[in-house]
């Protein structure tokens, strides 16, 4: 049976076949399971621009792009079978939107010479392209989060003695930010706990009443899917002030709000980019794409924060595709040029301009040294009553200096663990 | 008129006692190895080992090891993810530690270690049958997951929790890291599953396997007639142990290359694999590897004709797949209690007397 089914298997991969014509954005998104919450208007954002540009412009440099969505339900090993059945078509670059399958994919893609965008996930110190050739996470990474959240909080009074309680989801990705709060917390003098919260998250209780207890005086989220809602219901219930509980990026979108309802008023969200839909690329979205009845999902995404953020990463993409085009002097290209592409990417205040996303991001340029952008962090916050995210906050820089170190000393270790030679290509 | 007894003379007590005593049943086993071993690595492409061949191998040797536990020797264990974590992060410490030492030694001694872990959890069963055991089992689940992500020794202090697999070769050909190629990693798979097999058809066979077996059928029974509950109950720990740490090592180093334990060995893992057993028929070998076969490879075939073939959004897809899983499941388990094995023992009856049944 296996082998019959294995032979389908093949003839169907052989039927689909590449199309060399197009330019392959693969998607492994998740719209099912405990994290679809976040992983639908993440893909509707990313297959939006891109159609956005097919619709318009007529593709990338005048080839069009073609998004091939995978279901990974956030499990590994739907990650590296969506891997496998994807790479085969000519994918570009992968934006897998899961830490752990970020962990799973960096040497894989390396081997097999295709970038990787974790943008603002993955593993942090993939900032050090030197080390990690394939990998790249601007503008933004989870260290600069937890340093912009300890800035933010500076910028309010003085945190010397506070204590800060860090809720995270119990995995690769919640515990990125530990060291770094560490760290901080030895400079500046605030008391850290660690109150771990296990996959999925639906259960609570227990946390929110360690919180109660011990009456931290901010309360820092590192959540994700469903995790986020049940924390700010729980916060609710036990009268948090909501203005001292800040969220990673991860943990502040419309979903994670609204069932809490007007408790959840005033609770507070990092980011790396624009809310909102008063962008001019909205308009262009709404001919060209909703009009026309070719918008991803349901629809009904448009202008929340994390399809937002989808569009922000499909965007990132075209442009670095477009980069790559110029440099290699050729419309089709490789994913071996899309990383150069990625690697020389430049992103100017202009040129968001003229995409229609004025001021949604930082302008920053991209190099071999430094694959994790400018880590810029502003401060949003939730208005129950109008139903909207605000930005609180100008976007401002981290700490570098405690950053950087923990970049260069976890690259490293990484770099002995797998023999690899550090230095630019 | 192929498949039977008659003219196929045996001499000697090895040929009569012989795992496949039908002509015909020895020389497709042959047959089907040889494909295996010679033809399959020539033709193998990435997807076609990542997605369904190694999955199949791995899972294979976790339901063999969960079959002798529950399947022969009776005792029901939930707690197989978690065994399986054992293996994955005994190899990975063995791997960091030792790079120098050929990882087949490390797979090896990581069952082993599983198996030493495995037989401590096991001792509760002397006293607990049934669900009680069933829960205590669950407790080395949540107990060892937890352990693997709190205590930071386990995972060599790495910021992020997760395991990553170095480069590992054999025979100076790489079958862990990224490195690999798809033929390589299969051979290395398929080399365990099968010493695996041929060790547990074996062992079940023997003394042993009667042992663990009479134990099932009825203990107060087996321990009057002479049989140790204590050495049979732990014994089947151990071994069931080793076989799921290999295949908890191979899934970790070879499949994955990097692993968060919650995720990838949490609760669900021990479902799929009691899952597998129990579709592919409790106490057979054969029902270990049909039943992987079928959790593995169904879900992957329901995605290429829905997403591939037939165009549909993959979250449709993705649920129906649960739908249809699970509907089979049932169905399956309606008209044959007894799983996959039984069906094939079935047809093994007809054959006999094909093509004149009268």
Request: aromatic content about 12%; proline content about 4%; overall charge negative.
């Amino acid at each position: 049976m296996t082998l019959k089914l294995a032979t389908a298997a093949m003839a169907a991969l052989m039927a689909a076949g590449p199309v060399m014509a197009d330019l392959v954005f693969p998607s492994l998104s998740y719209r099912t399971g405990p994290y679809a919450s976040g992983g639908i208007p993440f893909a509707d954002g990313y297959a939006d621009y891109f159609t956005l540009l097919n619709e318009r412009d007529g593709g990338i440099g005048g080839v069009p792009a073609r998004v091939v969505e995978c279901e990974t339900a956030y499990n590994t090993e739907r990650g590296v079978e969506c891997y496998e059945s994807t790479k085969g078509e000519g994918a570009l670059v992968y934006q897998p939107l899961s830490t752990g399958i970020t962990y799973q994919l960096i040497p894989k893609a390396t081997a097999d010479d295709i970038p990787i965008h974790s943008m603002g996930y993955g593993r942090t110190s993939a900032a050090n392209g030197q080390v990690f050739s394939h990998v790249f996470n601007y503008p933004a990474n989870y260290w600069n989060g937890a340093s912009g959240a300890i800035n933010y909080l500076m910028g309010q009074g003085d945190i010397a003695g506070k204590k800060i309680a860090l809720v995270y989801h119990n995995s690769a990705y919640g515990k990125e930010p530990i060291r770094t709060l560490e760290e901080l917390s030895e400079k500046h003098g605030y008391e850290l706990s660690l109150i771990p919260v296990d996959h999925p998250g639906q259960e609570q209780k227990s946390q929110w009443l360690q919180i109660r207890r011990d009456r931290p005086d901010f309360v820092i989220m590192y959540g994700w899917g469903v995790m986020n809602q049940v924390a700010v219901q729980e916060a609710a219930n036990i009268r948090f002030p909501m203005e001292n509980f800040i969220g990673i990026w991860w943990s502040g979108s419309e979903n994670d709000v609204l069932p809490a309802g007007d408790a959840a008023n005033g609770y507070k969200a990092l980011t790396f980019h624009g809310v909102g839909s008063e962008f001019p690329i909205f308009e262009d979205i709404q001919t060209h794409v909703v009009d026309k009845g070719l918008a991803a999902g349901a629809g009904d995404q448009i202008g929340t924060v994390l399809y937002n953020r989808g569009l922000y990463a499909a965007m990132l993409a075209a442009e670095a595709a477009k980069n790559a085009q110029d440099i290699h002097g050729t419309d089709e290209i490789t994913p071996a040029m899309m990383r150069d592409g990625m690697e020389q990417l430049e992103i100017t205040e202009a040129r968001m301009t003229e995409l229609g996303l004025p001021g949604f991001g930082p302008s920053f340029s991209v190099s071999c040294d430094n694959h994790g952008g400018p880590g810029l962090i502003g401060m949003t916050q939730w208005d129950a009553s109008a139903k909207e995210w605000t930005l609180i906050s100008e976007f401002a820089n981290t700490d570098v200096e405690v950053i950087q170190p923990l970049i260069e000393a976890d690259s490293a270790a990484y770099a002995d663990e797998n023999n690899i030679e550090v230095g630019c290509k | 008129m192929f498949y039977r007894e008659a003219g196929d003379f045996k001499t000697s007590y090895v040929d009569d006692s012989q795992t496949f005593p039908i002509k015909f049943d020895r020389y497709r086993y042959y047959f089907v190895l040889a494909v295996a071993v010679l033809v399959l690595p020539f033709v193998m492409t990435d997807y076609a080992v990542n997605s369904i061949f190694l999955p199949f191998l791995i899972y294979a040797i976790a339901a063999i090891g969960l079959n002798i536990l529950t399947g022969y020797c009776g005792q029901v264990s939930l707690g197989t993810g978690g065994f399986m974590a054992v293996g994955a992060y005994a190899c990975y410490k063995l791997m960091t530690a030792f790079p120098d030492v050929n990882i087949f030694i490390h797979v090896l001694l990581a069952g082993g270690i599983t198996a030493m872990v495995g037989t401590a959890f096991g001792l509760p069963s002397l006293r607990i049958k049934g669900f009680y055991l069933a829960v205590a089992t669950l407790a080395a689940q949540f107990f060892l997951v937890w352990l693997f992500n709190k205590v930071s020794w386990f995972y060599n202090y790495s910021a992020s929790g997760q395991i990553n697999a170095p480069e590992r070769m054999v025979f100076g050909v790489p079958v862990t890291g990224a490195n690999t190629e798809a033929w390589a990693t299969y051979l290395f798979c398929l080399a365990f599953t099968v010493l695996c097999a041929i060790i547990a058809r074996n062992l079940t066979r023997g003394s042993v396997g009667r042992e663990w077996m009479a134990i099932r059928d009825m203990d107060i029974a087996a321990e009057i007639i002479g049989v140790n509950p204590l050495k049979a109950k732990l014994t089947a720990f151990a071994v069931s142990s080793f076989f799921v740490g290999i295949s908890g090592a191979l899934f970790f180093a070879v499949y994955l290359g990097a692993v968060e334990v919650g995720e990838v060995f949490g609760i669900q893992k021990s479902f799929i694999v009691l899952f597998m057993i129990i579709i592919g028929g409790l106490g057979s070998i054969f029902g270990s590897f049909a039943g992987a076969a079928f959790l593995v490879v169904l879900p992957v075939a329901l995605k290429i004709v829905g997403v591939d073939m037939l165009g549909w959004p993959t979250d449709i897809v993705a649920h129906f797949q649960l739908v249809i899983v699970g509907a089979l499941i049932i169905i399956f388990l309606i008209a044959e209690p007894h799983g996959l094995a039984q069906l094939w023992r079935v047809t093994k009856e007809k054959l006999r007397l094909w093509p004149f049944p009268h």
